[in-house]
């Protein structure tokens, strides 16, 4: 497992290198410049801007240049946001993406899986029916409609929540930590005088890595719904996010379960007389969120990459819309700072994903 | 449920659209409209294709000429002394008196400001968003009056301009400092006009100080001593600019952000980062309090403001969305005071507000014929394509916003400003058109061949050319191709006559025909056509360099004659309105036709509105 990593960490770099090339030419290969506008510039005045944005040497030399200064973490000048370095842009936006991001990927998550369980236990009950057309529609009605008409009936005509807007505070997060750290002491404290305190014979250390990793999810997990919670401008946005990707879960997860609940180790369980709700949560999910998992890699993806409608509609100050807009914009050194920054978050996410799988399905080994 | 119907309606299908592939909101072009990517910047981007007017035309920051205002509507406008020591001491507050009513509600004021600024340095800023607010928190030599555009005593407390026009010797305010304390000097004004000519500065407007002796060889580099450019100290409250040739705009440029004075400790000490509210320092109304990048510009009053007295406001919040949809939503919730664009969308919607204004606009839409290609190279076929539409029934019927149908080019507003005789082009013929298209040898449309005509991505341009290509269908038995491209991809196609026939728009830099007639001289930058006239040439060379007003405005009369009669390079369509809602208790806010709302004069006369 050790030397998979590591292996995969490696290649890392490679491939980020390959995706920097890629733009970077196929970028300089698209017509128009930063500074075209409707109006042309006198070619003195055009001069001097390529000259103070480096873009009159020859294009290897640029690239040569470029790949210098990215190896030492700088990421050149905006030409559109010339008070900004892209460091500083992208330092700027990536938090709204990733707090509207993840708030929409915890809601999907539990719309989706919930929804998907329960059609798999009721298979074509009518619940099983009503909850898989819902997901139907959710999956088929894009952000632009579903973003809008939400708005229009919470925000304008209920007016529960904002039009739109971003806020996220983030100061009810240290108590939140602290009571599911005491929860959590309490909790290992019980266990260990039930089967043994560390020391003692009886003492598993895996069990208390996997109770540590347990604790992680749930406090992470929690902290997200707290921030949903605590800060109204939020729940739209991740709802309106998180519509598609739950549509999707449900209807995996209510696949993978009815194929594993068919299966031989389900009927033994059942025979050696556990309650149905032991069978379904002990041995039936591990299993049937299998394809959950592996489409949680390209999920969280594009939630972070996929907001841009969301971000627009709601006016939140994501990076999705840098990473279009730098695009249009030919804001070169802009865009390729997109392309890295995603680059390595897609590469790590496809790593965390191949890594859960090993826990989950015992038949996969890496080595 | 029952007296939101029309909203619901309204938002419903907006949704709709929404499907519609191509257009702007589903945020997958932001670009859509001339809105560049740019956005805000030239091309108006600030609003997707929602942008009103739709002109990518370039929504970008106007330097007023005016130099010959109107008279206005009436707000003692005869108060504003001309020039030389009657400015001296003038009164400002006899402009616009407001009593003292609003001084028991709270002065604050939200409004979408379309866009995220590029930057905040007055000097290399290009677009409207930027224009709003560096005009909030500097201020030039001079500014300008909010109704008539004329130049008003700002920095400068009074100027002199010698009898060849050549010579201004502004003589500064006494006292003033800038936002943190410093004196504010001429010396200040010579270093920040120094530092914006600079080519190393790169600033996309460097070619207004052209104007001024040496300043184009000081910006493109042939010269290195400053102390060649006519702008010189002569002591610390007098300043002096000599030009190279008389200019009758001059204190319209003096008013734009480009020959602002910036603080030059704040800037040699930050660099880049001058800009940030902890390190900056201005001289205008209000200064930088917060900058949140995509989420709001927030100003207060500047309490070393010369003028502290006239600024009432004592907040300004900026708020920066691009998606007018968004926007409209948060004025209905009663969060904006002020919209300066309009979700076109929405329009049918929108203009029933009350608080819904359309004022004409310093631009012009129109087509670019490709002159040098046929089957335009024939003066017929442009004349029969312009005479078989009925702009008339374009404006009214499908566009519904208060556009001016055009026959010319030089927007009609423009002769409220200047002195600028009338012109008419034909009207909507299509019998002679269909005469003028046989005679050139296609009668019936027979032969004709398909044209392309190209536009920029954007909900409204499709629809324009929609209508009109099914004029053209109908009157001439001619096809027209719709193709639609991205922003930038459309600017490089038109630059290299890539095109047979393609979309434009002209939003005028300073109010006066010049700046939209003298585009097409032969091989200017922004011809595009292939229009050559040396006759043309000569009477933009003259009228540049004509001292009496009258016969300037004959001599640019008589170009626009070759140009939109004569010739018919280009096939004008309509004049642009800017449209706009805004809540009756804002006042201060005034029509003018370059759209520029200085943010000093306006208040709030009335208790903060509720949403509905």
């Known amino acids: 497992m050790g030397r998979y990593l590591l292996r995969r960490l490696v290649t890392l770099p490679i491939v980020l290198?390959?995706?920097?090339?890629?733009?970077?030419?196929?970028?300089?290969?698209?017509?128009?410049?930063?500074?075209?506008?409707?109006?042309?510039?006198?070619?003195?005045?055009?001069?001097?801007?390529?000259?103070?944005?480096?873009?009159?040497?020859?294009?290897?030399?640029?690239?040569?240049?470029?790949?210098?200064?990215?190896?030492?973490?700088?990421?050149?000048?905006?030409?559109?946001?010339?008070?900004?370095?892209?460091?500083?842009?992208?330092?700027?936006?990536?938090?709204?993406?990733?707090?509207?991001?993840?708030?929409?990927?915890?809601?999907?998550?539990?719309?989706?899986?919930?929804?998907?369980?329960?059609?798999?236990?009721?298979?074509?009950?009518?619940?099983?029916?009503?909850?898989?057309?819902?997901?139907?529609?959710?999956?088929?009605?894009?952000?632009?409609?579903?973003?809008?008409?939400?708005?229009?009936?919470?925000?304008?005509?209920?007016?529960?929540?904002?039009?739109?807007?971003?806020?996220?505070?983030?100061?009810?997060?240290?108590?939140?930590?602290?009571?599911?750290?005491?929860?959590?002491?309490?909790?290992?404290?019980?266990?260990?005088?039930?089967?043994?305190?560390?020391?003692?014979?009886?003492?598993?250390?895996?069990?208390?890595?996997?109770?540590?990793?347990?604790?992680?999810?749930?406090?992470?997990?929690?902290?997200?719904?707290?921030?949903?919670?605590?800060?109204?401008?939020?729940?739209?946005?991740?709802?309106?996010?998180?519509?598609?990707?739950?549509?999707?879960?449900?209807?995996?997860?209510?696949?993978?379960?009815?194929?594993?609940?068919?299966?031989?180790?389900?009927?033994?369980?059942?025979?050696?007389?556990?309650?149905?709700?032991?069978?379904?949560?002990?041995?039936?999910?591990?299993?049937?969120?299998?394809?959950?998992?592996?489409?949680?890699?390209?999920?969280?993806?594009?939630?972070?990459?996929?907001?841009?409608?969301?971000?627009?509609?709601?006016?939140?100050?994501?990076?999705?819309?840098?990473f279009i807009e730098s695009a249009l914009n030919r804001d070169y050194w802009m865009a390729l700072g997109t392309v890295v920054l995603y680059g390595t978050v897609l590469v790590v996410l496809n790593l965390i994903v191949d890594v859960a799988y090993g826990f989950l399905d015992p038949r996969i080994r890496y080595d | 449920m029952r007296t939101r119907s029309p909203l619901l309606a309204g938002t419903l299908v907006c949704a709709a659209l929404f499907l519609t592939p191509g257009c702007g909101d589903d945020g997958t072009t932001p670009a859509s409209d001339g809105a560049g990517p740019t956005a805000g910047q030239d091309d108006g981007s600030a609003g997707g294709d929602d942008s009103s007017g739709g002109d990518d035309g370039g929504e970008r920051v106007h330097v007023g000429d005016g130099g010959r205002p109107s008279g206005g509507d009436g707000t003692s406008t005869s108060a504003i002394p001309r020039e030389g020591e009657a400015l001296k001491g003038f009164d400002w507050s006899t402009l616009f008196p407001a009593g003292d009513g609003w001084k028991q509600f709270p002065q604050e004021l939200v409004f979408n400001n379309g866009a995220e600024p590029d930057t905040l340095d007055p000097h290399i800023m290009t677009g409207v968003p930027e224009h709003r607010i560096t005009m909030a928190m500097f201020e030039g030599l001079t500014g300008h009056h909010p109704r008539t555009l004329e130049a008003v005593p700002a920095v400068a407390e009074w100027w002199e301009i010698s009898d060849d026009g050549l010579t201004y010797t502004f003589h500064l305010r006494e006292g003033l400092t800038w936002s943190n304390g410093d004196p504010l000097t001429a010396e200040d004004l010579r270093w920040s006009w120094e530092r914006a000519m600079a080519p190393t500065t790169a600033s996309q407007y460097a070619y207004q100080f052209y104007a001024i002796k040496n300043g184009r060889e000081f910006s493109d580099g042939t010269i290195k001593d400053f102390a060649q450019v006519g702008a010189k100290v002569i002591d610390p409250l007098t300043f002096e600019v000599t030009l190279h040739s008389p200019t009758a705009y001059f204190l319209e440029l003096t008013s734009f952000e480009t020959l602002f004075p910036i603080h030059r400790g704040s800037f040699e000490k930050h660099g880049i980062q001058w800009t940030r509210p902890e390190n900056f320092v201005c001289n205008g109304p209000f200064v930088l309090s917060e900058w949140r990048p995509r989420d709001a510009i927030v100003m207060v009053p500047n309490e070393n403001y010369w003028n502290r007295n006239m600024v009432?406001?004592?907040?300004?919040?900026?708020?920066?969305?691009?998606?007018?949809?968004?926007?409209?939503?948060?004025?209905?919730?009663?969060?904006?005071?002020?919209?300066?664009?309009?979700?076109?969308?929405?329009?049918?919607?929108?203009?029933?507000?009350?608080?819904?204004?359309?004022?004409?606009?310093?631009?012009?839409?129109?087509?670019?014929?490709?002159?040098?290609?046929?089957?335009?190279?024939?003066?017929?076929?442009?004349?029969?394509?312009?005479?078989?539409?009925?702009?008339?029934?374009?404006?009214?019927?499908?566009?519904?916003?208060?556009?001016?149908?055009?026959?010319?080019?030089?927007?009609?507003?423009?002769?409220?400003?200047?002195?600028?005789?009338?012109?008419?082009?034909?009207?909507?013929?299509?019998?002679?058109?269909?005469?003028?298209?046989?005679?050139?040898?296609?009668?019936?449309?027979?032969?004709?061949?398909?044209?392309?005509?190209?536009?920029?991505?954007?909900?409204?341009?499709?629809?324009?050319?929609?209508?009109?290509?099914?004029?053209?269908?109908?009157?001439?038995?001619?096809?027209?191709?719709?193709?639609?491209?991205?922003?930038?991809?459309?600017?490089?196609?038109?630059?290299?006559?890539?095109?047979?026939?393609?979309?434009?728009?002209?939003?005028?830099?300073?109010?006066?025909?010049?700046?939209?007639?003298?585009?097409?001289?032969?091989?200017?930058?922004?011809?595009?056509?292939?229009?050559?006239?040396?006759?043309y040439d000569a009477l933009i060379k003259s009228a540049s360099s004509e001292p009496d007003l009258a016969k300037r405005g004959q001599m640019l009369h008589e170009a626009e004659k070759i140009l939109c009669l004569e010739h018919l390079p280009i096939m004008p369509i309509y004049d642009y309105v800017k449209q706009g809602v805004r809540r009756s208790r804002l006042q201060g806010l005034q029509e003018n036709i370059r759209a520029t709302h200085p943010f000093q004069w306006m208040y709030m006369d009335g208790p903060p509105a509720q949403g509905r």
Request: with cysteine; hydrophobic share 45%; net charge neutral.
């Open chain 2, 312 to 535: 009432r406001l004592t907040k300004i919040v900026a708020k920066p969305f691009d998606d007018l949809n968004t926007a409209y939503n948060e004025y209905i919730a009663g969060k904006m005071d002020w919209l300066p664009d309009v979700p076109q969308k929405r329009i049918d919607e929108v203009m029933l507000d009350p608080d819904y204004y359309a004022w004409p606009w310093l631009g012009a839409y129109f087509y670019r014929f490709n002159t040098t290609k046929a089957p335009f190279d024939d003066l017929r076929v442009r004349q029969a394509l312009n005479l078989s539409i009925d702009k008339q029934s374009l404006c009214l019927d499908t566009l519904k916003s208060g556009e001016t149908p055009a026959t010319v080019y030089v927007p009609r507003a423009v002769r409220d400003y200047v002195d600028y005789p009338t012109l008419e082009g034909p009207a909507y013929d299509p019998a002679k058109a269909k005469q003028l298209l046989a005679d050139a040898g296609f009668p019936g449309g027979e032969g004709f061949p398909d044209i392309d005509l190209t536009f920029n991505t954007s909900e409204r341009h499709k629809q324009i050319a929609e209508v009109l290509s099914s004029m053209w269908r109908e009157n001439l038995g001619i096809n027209v191709k719709l193709r639609n491209m991205e922003w930038k991809v459309y600017l490089e196609q038109v630059r290299s006559m890539d095109y047979q026939m393609a979309r434009a728009g002209w939003i005028g830099d300073y109010v006066d025909p010049n700046t939209f007639l003298d585009m097409f001289v032969t091989d200017g930058g922004n011809n595009n056509t292939g229009f050559a006239s040396a006759e």
């Open chain 1, 17 to 322: 290198l390959v995706m920097v090339t890629v733009s970077f030419f196929i970028m300089r290969m698209a017509p128009g410049n930063p500074f075209s506008a409707e109006r042309t510039l006198p070619p003195e005045i055009q001069q001097s801007l390529d000259e103070k944005y480096g873009y009159d040497a020859p294009l290897l030399v640029q690239y040569g240049r470029y790949l210098g200064r990215a190896v030492q973490g700088d990421l050149g000048p905006s030409t559109k946001f010339k008070d900004r370095t892209v460091n500083e842009i992208l330092a700027d936006h990536i938090g709204p993406t990733i707090v509207i991001g993840l708030g929409a990927l915890i809601l999907s998550l539990s719309i989706g899986l919930m929804a998907g369980i329960i059609g798999a236990i009721r298979q074509n009950s009518m619940l099983d029916y009503s909850s898989m057309s819902v997901a139907m529609f959710g999956m088929s009605v894009p952000r632009f409609v579903t973003g809008p008409v939400l708005v229009l009936l919470f925000a304008l005509h209920w007016k529960v929540f904002p039009v739109s807007g971003y806020e996220a505070s983030f100061h009810t997060w240290p108590w939140a930590i602290g009571g599911l750290g005491v929860l959590f002491v309490a909790w290992r404290l019980r266990e260990w005088k039930r089967s043994g305190a560390p020391g003692s014979a009886n003492f598993d250390p895996g069990q208390e890595i996997a109770a540590f990793w347990i604790a992680m999810l749930v406090i992470a997990t929690s902290l997200i719904v707290l921030l949903l919670v605590t800060n109204e401008t939020l729940i739209l946005p991740s709802l309106v996010l998180a519509l598609p990707f739950a549509s999707r879960i449900a209807r995996l997860m209510r696949a993978g379960m009815l194929e594993v609940i068919h299966q031989d180790y389900i009927r033994t369980a059942r025979a050696k007389g556990l309650t149905e709700t032991a069978v379904i949560v002990r041995h039936a999910l591990k299993g049937g969120m299998l394809p959950v998992v592996s489409f949680l890699g390209p999920a969280i993806a594009a939630l972070l990459t996929g907001g841009l409608v969301v971000e627009k509609i709601f006016a939140v100050p994501g990076i999705a819309r840098e």
